[in-house]
Nanobody, 115 residues
Framework: QVQLVESGGGLVQPGGSLRLSCAAS????????MGWYRQAPGKQREWVGG???????DFADSAKGRFTISRDNARNTVYLQMNSLKPEDTAVYYC?????????WGQGTQVTVSS
């Protein structure tokens, strides 16, 4: 059974950094995609970035140059390193995967960027 558990959210000042973790079970890294999404209050959920075919990473324009993604295969964990955070990055962050024919989501972790 696929399970995704996010952690690492919190309150950070503008310009600061956070590293989110997504512990995954029931998937195979390198075969199943692992993505990060976020949802701000009153807004639709939006894609942030992730690992895709062949281990390729890709990011939304809002994340390029500030966010990176890495993974620890031994721990079945994917990390989202977020630097130079802005107030508009405030959202609940979710990790996501697709194991045909089902899409899976974690429970989310809150990130608040505020002074």
């Amino acid at each position: 059974q696929v399970q995704l558990v996010e952690s690492g959210g919190g309150l950070v000042q503008p310009g600061g950094s956070l590293r989110l973790s997504c512990a995954a079970s029931g998937i195979i890294f390198g075969i199943h995609p692992m993505g990060w999404y976020r949802q701000a209050p009153g807004k639709q959920r939006e894609w942030v970035g992730g690992f895709y075919n062949g281990g390729r990473t890709d990011f939304a324009d809002s994340a390029k140059g500030r966010f990176t993604i890495s993974r620890d295969n031994a721990r079945n964990t994917v990390y989202l390193q977020m630097n130079s955070l802005k107030p508009e990055d405030t959202a609940v962050y979710y990790c996501n995967t697709f194991v045909f024919p089902t899409e899976y989501w974690g429970q989310g972790t809150q990130v608040t960027v505020s002074s």
